[in-house]
T-cell receptor, first 115, second 111 residues
Framework: EAQVTQNPRYLITVTGKKLTVTCSQN?????MSWYRQDPGLGLRQIYY???????DKGDVPEGYKVSRKEKRNFPLILESPSPNQTSLYFC??????????????FGPGTRLTVT | TQLLEQSPQFLSIQEGENLTVYCNSS?????LQWYRQEPGEGPVLLVT?????EVKKLKRLTFQFGDARKDSSLHITAAQPGDTGLYLC???????????FGTGTRLLVSP
């Protein structure tokens, strides 16, 4: 089954404790991205990757890191989480951008709470 | 920062009613997508429109892209409880090469 998986689905942590949210897709997609979803703000892009070893900042990259060592995996790293990073996070992939007509496939989301 | 404003933010209706959700911007987009997100899941693509004035129908859902490609609407006829969810529009900006998501409309359809 074609899918994007994220782990963990739920995470409660404390300020400053480094964490990684994993993302993996089995569709051989080149383009992957991370979004955060907050009430009233829609989905905001954190980082994206056009291909292996190619990553770039989205709209809200501060406090986050990513890596793309393999095509299928795109982990999101929070080196020193803070309470304002409490949010619902989504990983997404697509065959490319194709002028905005490519379908974005989203993972099930990771709900992160930082206390 | 580009904004895609959706209205209304919340909509609670009875089964069988019709509704329209709007997605508006001051920017021009080369294409526009609509996604639906159910609780505990990620958004799922419903439709992509690429031509100004384009109308697409998906069973009881009708999508329209504005002539000037700055706005879009989603009309649902005879809503059903299964239509409940968060509806998101997303526009593609050619200049910035990025997909911009709208603020979302949360729909609740009661039996």
């Amino acid at each position: 089954e074609a899918q994007v998986t994220q782990n963990p689905r739920y995470l409660i942590t404390v300020t400053g404790k480094k964490l990684t949210v994993t993302c993996s897709q089995n569709m051989n997609h080149e383009y992957m991205s991370w979004y955060r979803q907050d009430p009233g703000l829609g989905l905001r892009q954190i980082y994206y990757s056009m291909n292996v070893e190619v990553t770039d900042k989205g709209d809200v990259p501060e406090g986050y890191k990513v890596s793309r060592k393999e095509k299928r995996n795109f982990p999101l790293i929070l080196e020193s989480p803070s309470p304002n990073q409490t949010s619902l996070y989504f990983c997404a992939s697509s065959v490319g951008l194709a002028g905005g007509i490519a379908e974005q496939y989203f993972g099930p989301g990771t709900r992160l709470t930082v206390t | 920062t580009q904004l895609l404003e959706q209205s209304p933010q919340f909509l609670s209706i009875q089964e069988g009613e019709n509704l329209t959700v709007y997605c508006n911007s001051s920017s021009v987009f080369s294409s526009l997508q609509w996604y639906r997100q159910e609780p505990g899941e990620g958004p799922v693509l419903l439709v992509t429109v690429v031509t100004g004035g384009e109308v697409k129908k998906l069973k009881r859902l009708t999508f329209q892209f504005g002539d000037a490609r700055k706005d879009s609407s989603l009309h649902i006829t005879a809503a059903q409880p299964g239509d409940t969810g968060l509806y998101l529009c997303a526009g593609w900006n050619t200049g910035f090469q990025k997909l911009v998501f709208g603020t979302g409309t949360r729909l609740l359809v009661s039996p």
